[in-house]
């Protein structure tokens, strides 16, 4: 009995070689680029002919194989039922412009008339009926610092005819307890020797510092004793 023939055939490294050469596929050849010289973009008939040769073959997706979805754009509120779209807006206009938010109904607000001013001047004061013609900054001064400076602004504020000022004094978040530079502002207005010159003061809005600043109402004149005693 024949034993069957291999299917396998040894050759050497020349014959590979030579095999090789005869099947190889021949490139043109591409001239060097010569110093300076920039490769030449294809034009538009060579992209077109380009893309259809890589499109070769390619057939479109059946139209009832295809999902097309319209989605308007919306506001994040549309759709929603009303009692849930209103606080959406509200937070909206809050968050963009402050619209919504009042100083007055947070507990860091303060107002406070002194001797025979209307009752809701000091409201008025808050609500910007006066207009601000200078302001001083006290924020992070020490006590001392800011009553110093404050007595200085006040007395120049009287000299000039200011009658309607800015305090600046901060929001006191850093103190440990309570404002300390808050309270010790409306106490060098109400109980030191500047009561008398003081008609009103409020809170500031919030666009001329809310809880951090304190608007001030001074008077043109300051109050007599004769006027405290006879109620004018």
């Known amino acids: 009995m024949k034993s ?13 070689k030579a095999l090789l050469r005869s099947r190889s596929f021949s490139f043109p ?11 030449r973009e294809p034009g538009p008939e060579e992209e077109a002919a380009a893309f259809e040769e890589a499109m070769a073959g390619v057939a479109p997706l059946p139209r009832q194989n295809r999902v097309e979805r ?14 849930e779209a209103e606080p959406s ?27 025979q001013a209307p009752p809701d001047i000091a409201r008025r004061l808050h609500r910007g009926d006066f207009s601000i013609q200078a302001y001083v900054n006290l924020h992070r001064f020490p006590v001392a610092d800011a009553k110093e400076t404050l007595e200085r602004f006040l007395k120049w504020a009287v000299a000039t005819g200011k009658t309607g000022i800015l305090v600046v004094h901060g929001r006191g978040l850093s103190s440990s307890s309570e404002p300390v530079l808050k309270q010790k ?4 207005l109400t109980r030191g020797p500047w009561r008398k010159w003081v008609m009103a003061y409020a809170t500031a809005r919030s666009c001329d510092g809310g809880a951090g ?15 405290k005693k006879s109620g004018r």
């Open 4 to 16: 069957p023939k291999s299917t396998f055939c040894f050759k050497s490294f020349d014959e590979m």
């Open 29 to 39: 050849e591409i001239p060097p680029l010569q110093p300076g010289s920039k490769p």
């Open 70 to 83: 319209d989605l308007p754009s919306r506001r994040p509120e549309a759709g929603l039922p009303r009692e």
């Open 89 to 115: 807006l509200q937070l909206r206009d809050l968050v963009r412009h402050g619209v919504g938010f009042e100083v007055a109904a947070t507990p860091e607000y303060i107002e406070g008339t002194m001797y």
């Open 185 to 188: 502002v409306v106490e060098w």
């Open 213 to 227: 600043a304190t608007y001030v109402l001074l008077r043109r004149s300051p109050v007599s004793k004769r006027q």
